[in-house]
Nanobody, 121 residues
Framework: QVQLVESGGGFLQAGGSSRLSCTFSGNIFSINAMGWYRQAPGKQRELVATITSSSSTNYADSVKGRFTISRDNAKNTVYLQMNSLKSEDTAVYYC???????????????WGQGTQVTVSS
């Protein structure tokens, strides 16, 4: 079984910064891609940023130059550094990872419980 713990977020000021983190633990053989997604009220969940096992990154156009995704493989943790926050960044942020629990099993998607980020202008 895989457990996920997200932290960070909360009420933030426009122009400010914050860092989200998500740690995976439990029965983990390997972690492939990791990422962050967000869902604003009344909108569909959207990709924010992803990072591969070789640390190649991909960002939504709306966050390029402001957000940075990184990972610590030794800690099974993915981070999202958010700078120059805007009110439109307000959403519930979800971490995601593609995990294999053994050498013989297929990779599966695991999702965090979500953490609220509210940016006031």
């Amino acid at each position: 079984q895989v457990q996920l713990v997200e932290s960070g977020g909360g009420f933030l000021q426009a122009g400010g910064s914050s860092r989200l983190s998500c740690t995976f633990s439990g029965n983990i053989f390997s972690i492939n891609a990791m990422g962050w997604y967000r869902q604003a009220p009344g909108k569909q969940r959207e990709l924010v940023a992803t990072i591969t096992s070789s640390s190649s990154t991909n960002y939504a156009d709306s966050v390029k130059g402001r957000f940075t995704i990184s990972r610590d493989n030794a800690k099974n943790t993915v981070y999202l550094q958010m700078n120059s926050l805007k009110s439109e960044d307000t959403a519930v942020y979800y971490c995601n990872a593609v995990i294999r629990v053994s050498r013989t099993t297929r990779p599966q998607d695991y999702w965090g419980q979500g953490t609220q980020v509210t940016v006031s202008s």
